[in-house]
């Protein structure tokens, strides 16, 4: 069965500051992966997909990277602003059924000013 | 403007009484999904569907029903049997499964 774990739990940063956060995944057998961010008491919102034979997606400050045979994916902010301020998730989707994924609990990000 | 509508925001369930949450979306996609989302953790999956008139169940299937009869929505039913509803719950669509997904605001059921 899949795990999808997300370290840290929280994240604590001052404005400005690049940061990275994690993601790992127990079974490299996966479609693709997908970062979300969440803001509280609202839906998700995507921010990038990274299909299996890719190894990074980028969009404006925001870059992710993929290593399948080492079940890790990372999420790079550049130059973060109070308003990157939100939970941000990771999931997996199954390489047999696509339409299965498997979240993380997520990494609450506090940019201070 | 295209998206997703999930209603109602706030739901209040009683002992025993079933329940009945909508989801529409009129990004004209195929696959649609149900999602529960408990206090400081992430999403699990309860039902999906790749097309009209079938379904498959998630992780988290047990008291809960789905219908798909038209393309832009997908209810769920909490029913008595789910002993611990209280939660965030949350519909997604694709395009195709395995696309991009795309979330509704989210309806959160609480039990008097």
């Known amino acids: 069965k899949q795990e999808v774990t997300q370290i840290p739990a929280a994240l604590s940063v001052p404005e400005g500051e690049n940061l990275v956060l994690n993601c790992s995944f127990t079974?490299?057998?996966?479609?693709?992966l997908q970062w979300f961010r969440q803001d509280p008491g609202k839906g998700l919102t995507s921010l990038l997909l990274?299909?299996?034979?890719?190894r990074e997606q980028t969009s404006g400050r925001l870059n992710a990277s993929l290593d399948k045979s080492s079940g890790r994916s990372t999420l790079y902010i550049a130059a973060s602003q109070p308003g990157d301020s939100a939970t941000y998730l990771c999931a997996v989707s199954d390489n047999t059924n696509a339409g299965k994924s498997t979240f993380g609990d997520g990494t609450t990000l506090t940019v201070k000013p | 403007d295209g998206g997703i509508t999930q209603s109602p925001k706030y739901l209040f369930r009683k002992e025993g009484q079933n329940v009945t949450l909508s989801c529409e979306q009129n990004l004209n996609h195929d696959a649609m999904y149900w999602y529960r989302q408990d206090p400081g953790q992430g999403l699990r999956l309860i039902y999906y569907?790749?097309?009209?008139?079938?379904?498959q169940k998630g992780d988290i299937a047990e008291g809960y029903s789905v219908s798909r009869e038209k393309k832009e929505s997908f209810p769920l039913t909490v029913t008595s049997a789910q002993k611990n509803p209280t939660a965030f719950y949350l519909c997604?669509?694709?395009?195709?499964?395995?696309?991009?997904?795309?979330f509704g605001p989210g309806t959160r059921l609480l039990v008097l």
């Open positions: 079974d490299s057998a996966i479609y693709n």
């Open positions: 997604a669509s694709t395009l195709e499964a395995g696309g991009t997904q795309y």
């Open positions: 569907s790749q097309i009209v008139n079938d379904f």
């Open positions: 990274i299909q299996s034979s890719q």
